[in-house]
């Protein structure tokens, strides 16, 4: 079975950083894709980052451009998420997913972890 494990979120102050891990737990999957994505209360679940397993090819949402940093250790299979400059809106559930080769939706997801930034 695979599971993706995320670890990390906590309460910090706007301006603060966090840095999130998501590693598998069980069975190592063939990935093409990484992503983080989140849903803030009362809102869609929204991309944040993503990048590509094979070369580290990264894209990002406009909102956290600048500020969030998606990063991976191959060898750990662990993708990481370093949110700098944050701001109480990025107060949301955080959860990766993964995409595996030849599909283009995200096909395994984490349980999520919270984050809150307050003011």
């Known amino acids: 079975q695979v599971q993706l494990v995320e670890s990390g979120g906590g309460l910090v102050q706007a301006g603060g950083s966090l840095r999130l891990s998501c590693a598998d737990s069980?069975?190592?999957?063939?990935?093409?894709?990484m992503g983080w994505f989140r849903r803030a209360p009362g809102k869609e679940r929204e991309f944040v980052a993503a990048?590509?397993?094979?070369?580290?090819?990264?894209s990002s949402a406009a909102s956290v451009k600048g500020r969030f940093t998606i990063s991976r250790d191959n060898a750990k299979n662990t993708v990481y998420l370093q949110m700098n400059s944050l701001k109480p809106e990025d107060t949301a559930v955080y959860y990766c997913?993964?995409?595996?080769?030849?599909?283009?939706?995200?096909?395994?997801w984490g349980q999520g972890t919270q984050v809150t930034v307050s003011s």
């Open positions: 990048i590509r397993w094979s070369d580290g090819v990264t």
């Open positions: 997913a993964a995409r595996v080769p030849g599909t283009i939706n995200y096909d395994y």
């Open positions: 069980g069975r190592t999957i063939s990935r093409s894709f």
